[in-house]
């Protein structure tokens, strides 16, 4: 089992960025795949991209690329979401999310969530 904490939600002005932050613990972070997903209001959750276990490959959705980065640091057991040019629809409460493989993080049916940090974008 692994427990997972976010982290670096807050408020930002539309064109700037911000770094989430994913701690785990509990168990051997570098064994999981990881991912970010996120909700807004009165949507559903959306996958947002997905990493290996070692970092090598990553995967992101078509709405976020060029803009996200996902990252991990394996020594420090976290993983990370670097975000830039943000707009006011990035707006939403981001999850993490762990699983053994990564085609269970892009399908979304991870083993393991956080419980989010919001992230505000002003116009």
């Known amino acids: 089992q692994v427990q997972l904490v976010e982290s670096g939600g807050g408020l930002v002005q539309a064109g700037g960025s911000l770094t989430l932050s994913c701690a785990a613990s509990?168990?051997?972070?570098?064994?999981?795949?990881m991912g970010w997903f996120r909700q807004a209001p009165g949507k559903e959750r959306e996958f947002l991209g997905a990493?290996?276990?070692?970092?090598?490959?990553?995967y992101y959705a078509d709405s976020v690329k060029g803009r996200f980065t996902i990252s991990r640091d394996n020594a420090k057991n976290t993983l990370y979401l670097q975000m830039n040019s943000l707009k006011p629809e990035d707006t939403a409460v981001y999850y993490c999310?762990?699983?053994?493989?990564?085609?269970?993080?892009?399908?979304?049916?991870?083993?393991?969530w956080g419980r989010g940090t919001q992230v505000t974008v002003s116009s």
């Open positions: 999310a762990a699983a053994q493989k990564l085609h269970e993080i892009v399908v979304m049916t991870p083993d393991h």
């Open positions: 509990g168990r051997t972070f570098s064994s999981y795949a």
């Open positions: 990493i290996t276990r070692s970092g090598g490959s990553t």
